[in-house]
């Protein structure tokens, strides 16, 4: 079992940055593949990016592409997504997810883990 808790949402103007937290407990963290997904009132969830165990790959969104950045570090058995310009696009609640594989996942579905997920509000 891995156990995961997002920390770092808040409300932010249109043009600033966030970085949100996944800290995960349990299992070792090295072996598991992350991702961030948010989900929008009345939309589904959707992936915003994912990184491999090890951090060799990654993805992003198109909507965040050169705006967000996904990082790892498997000594505070944390991964890290860095927001900066915040458009009100982006508010939503933000998961953190894992899953125990080397791929590089966008499908929320083939991940086994999540987190509770953090608001991120972004005023205009």
């Known amino acids: 079992q891995v156990q995961l808790v997002e920390s770092g949402g808040g409300l932010v103007q249109a043009g600033g940055s966030l970085r949100l937290s996944c800290a995960a407990s349990?299992?070792?963290?090295?072996?598991?593949?992350m991702g961030w997904f948010r989900q929008a009132p009345g939309k589904e969830r959707e992936i915003v990016s994912a990184i491999t165990r090890g951090g060799g790959f990654t993805y992003y969104a198109d909507s965040v592409k050169g705006r967000f950045t996904i990082s790892g570090d498997n000594a505070k058995n944390t991964v890290y997504l860095q927001m900066n310009s915040l458009k009100p696009e982006d508010t939503a609640v933000y998961y953190c997810?894992?899953?125990?594989?080397?791929?590089?996942?966008?499908?929320?579905?083939?991940?086994?883990?999540w987190g509770q997920g953090t608001q991120v509000t972004v005023s205009s």
């Open positions: 349990g299992r070792t963290f090295s072996r598991y593949g």
């Open positions: 997810a894992a899953r125990d594989s080397a791929a590089l996942t966008v499908r929320a579905t083939l991940y086994d883990y």
